[in-house]
Structure formats: C-alpha cells, structure tokens
C-alpha cells in the first residue's frame, strides 16, 4: 500500500455507504457450525478449490463470520455483511455451484465439455449446510473511496 501512495500520491478514505448487500444470518433453525477447538487457533483460513469449472468447495478451518462474509463477498456481486452475532472461529466445509459467468454463450465448452450447473446454488448450499442465511436487501457497507491519484513518475 506505501508505494502506491508514495509513487502515485493515492489519497483515500474509508466509508460506509448505502448499497445492495447482502446479509448473512443465523437461520432460523439454528447455526449448524463446529466451534474451533484449538487452544493457539492461529489465523484463519479458507481452503477454497474448484471443481468443473463452477463447483466451489471451501474447507474452513478457525474462520470468524465476519471472515467468511468478507471470502464470500470476493465472489459475489455485492458486499456480504455479517449479522450472526456468533463470535470465535469455527470449522466447516462448504460445496456449491456457481452460476454461469455473464455473458457465456448457450452450449459454450470449457475444457472439451458443457459446464455442469447441478448442485446447490451459494444461497442454498449456506442454509442447509451451515444452518445460515444469506439475503438480498440495501444497507450500509464499509467501501474505500479514492479521494486522489496521479500517474506515476518516471523515478
């Protein structure tokens, strides 16, 4: 981050702003998580690996909700914001299956097939795996607004 501000004079701040996110809650039938057990839970980490071109599997290992939320906002369209209230970190699994890139083509081929769609979708894969839930709605997320930057100089 230094040499972005030192070689191209990049200002910027931090806010919360009112968007499209998405929510991540305890479903109603309750959290279906394993608490990490660890004494040193060192930091958190996602194994994350993909299989077919769209199927996700993430081994957790250690990983706060509001760290998960962050890792599941990379890959979707909106921010995640985590309202669990669960604290520590814990230890799970996850598969789903991604949707198909905007844009791909009707009978398009990756690696000599057709993409497999089956399985859960990200939303449904949260709730009946992890006892979660994630949800569509507007609300305040923190974005980083850029105040400032100038093209490099030639030193």
Known sequence: ?????????????????????????????GARLKRHEAANAGDPWIDQTMEKFLHVKMAAT????????FRLSV???????????????????????QDLPLGFPPGGIVNGEEPDTSGPTVFAAVMQQLG?????????????????VERPSAD
């Open 62 to 69: 250690a990983v706060t909700m509001e760290y998960f939320a």
């Open 132 to 148: 979660l839930q994630l949800k569509a709605q507007r609300g305040f997320a923190d974005v980083i607004v850029i105040d400032r």
């Open 75 to 97: 890959a979707m369209d909106r921010p995640v914001v985590d309202l669990t209230h669960l604290h520590g970190g814990y230890d799970f699994n996850l598969e789903y299956t």
């Open 1 to 29: 981050m230094n040499m972005l501000v030192d070689r191209l004079r990049l200002k910027f701040h931090r806010e919360k702003r009112e968007m499209p996110i998405y929510t991540l809650s305890v479903d109603k039938g």
